[in-house]
């Protein structure tokens, strides 16, 4: 394992058992991403991150019970949080790294992935696997309850134009990786880029 899987896997567990208290106010704000995301009845969808699980339940109520939903996370202590709060009635919870998912290539529908794509060790080559296991047309929604400017303020930092997320870094990121971008959006309230895998 690497050192960046170890810090994140130490950053979260530590923070696991009081990460819902202390944004509560999170939880409409992922159901109306999955709202936005336009996931069908019958998808097979990935919460890649699920951590606690805040978006399962809105995943599993879009896809209804002839879906399939997994949650998959680095860290045991944010899956067991997850499993505590239900969310294993809503989904597969399974530990495991998104650099290297166990799941077959176009295996899913969609993937969702919240607060992920800041964490991720090697951007394009971690995207490049979430677009393998998606089949061609399928889709990605990259989301945050707030904004860059508001998340920067929360942590004290200013933005600059390297953000990753910024629409002129993300945009050709997603495109070497297998996605295209179809909709970007950068709001005090809300991150949601959301992007299709090209054939």
């Known amino acids: 394992m690497s050192e960046d899987h170890t810090h994140v896997q130490e950053f979260f567990g530590a923070r696991a058992d009081g990460w819902d208290l202390k944004f509560p106010e999170d939880g409409p704000a992922f159901a109306t991403a999955v709202a936005e995301f336009g996931l069908r009845p019958g998808d097979r969808v990935l919460d890649a991150g699920c951590g606690t699980g805040r978006a399962l339940g809105a995943l599993r109520a879009a896809v209804g019970p002839a879906g399939t939903v997994l949650g998959v996370d680095l860290t045991p202590q944010m899956l067991a949080a997850a499993q505590r709060a239900g969310g294993a009635a809503e989904g597969f919870l399974m530990l495991a790294d998104v650099a290297r998912l166990?799941?077959?290539?176009?295996?899913?529908?969609?993937?969702?992935?919240?607060?992920?794509?800041?964490?991720?060790?090697?951007?394009?080559?971690?995207?490049?696997?979430?677009?393998?296991?998606?089949?061609?047309?399928?889709?990605?929604?990259?989301?945050?309850?707030?904004?860059?400017?508001?998340?920067?303020?929360?942590?004290?930092?200013?933005?600059?134009?390297?953000?990753?997320?910024?629409?002129?870094?993300?945009?050709?990121?997603?495109?070497?990786?297998?996605?295209?971008?179809?909709?970007?959006?950068?709001?005090?309230?809300?991150?949601?880029?959301?992007?299709?895998?090209?054939?």
């Open 102 to 199: 166990p799941l077959r290539d176009e295996a899913l529908d969609a993937v969702f992935a919240a607060g992920l794509i800041a964490h991720l060790p090697d951007p394009a080559a971690n995207l490049r696997e979430l677009s393998r296991v998606v089949r061609p047309g399928g889709r990605l929604a990259l989301f945050h309850p707030i904004g860059r400017a508001a998340l920067a303020a929360r942590h004290s930092r200013e933005l600059t134009p390297q953000d990753m997320r910024a629409e002129h870094n993300l945009g050709p990121l997603l495109s070497a990786s297998g996605w295209e971008m179809t909709s970007y959006a950068d709001e005090d309230h809300r991150f949601l880029v959301l992007a299709a895998r090209r054939p």
